[in-house]
């Protein structure tokens, strides 16, 4: 079991940056995949990012080239680093967590994109 905690959304103009924080109650050494996904109202959650146990990483088509997903191990915490952000960004962010075969989410945050 393990509980996720996001941080690191906001306001950011179109072009902005934001890092997004997934911080967890115990190590994620052992964390088969972590990932970022991310919902807007009357859609289905989407994955926006993952990163595997051996470091392998996928992305949505739509971010890739300018979002990087990362770990750090001594802060048991998983990186959404976000560059040259759109409005299409906009949307709830929810950090995932594979163990033993169990999802685990975050509260999620918001992210808007917008001048």
């Known amino acids: 079991q393990v509980q996720l905690v996001e941080s690191g959304g906001g306001l950011v103009q179109p072009g902005g940056s934001l890092r997004l924080s997934c911080a967890a109650s115990r190590s994620i050494f052992s964390i088969s995949v972590m990932g970022w996904y991310r919902q807007t109202p009357g859609k289905q959650r989407e994955l926006v990012a993952d990163?595997?146990?051996?470091?392998?990483?996928k992305y949505a088509d739509s971010v890739k080239g300018r979002f990087t997903i990362s770990k750090d191990y001594a802060k048991n915490t998983v990186y959404l680093q976000m560059n040259s952000m759109k409005p299409e960004d906009t949307a709830v962010y929810y950090c995932?967590?594979?163990?033993?075969?169990?999802?685990?989410w975050g509260q999620g945050t918001q992210v808007t994109v917008s001048s």
């Open positions: 995932n967590a594979m163990v033993a075969s169990a999802g685990y």
């Open positions: 990163i595997t146990i051996g470091g392998s990483t």
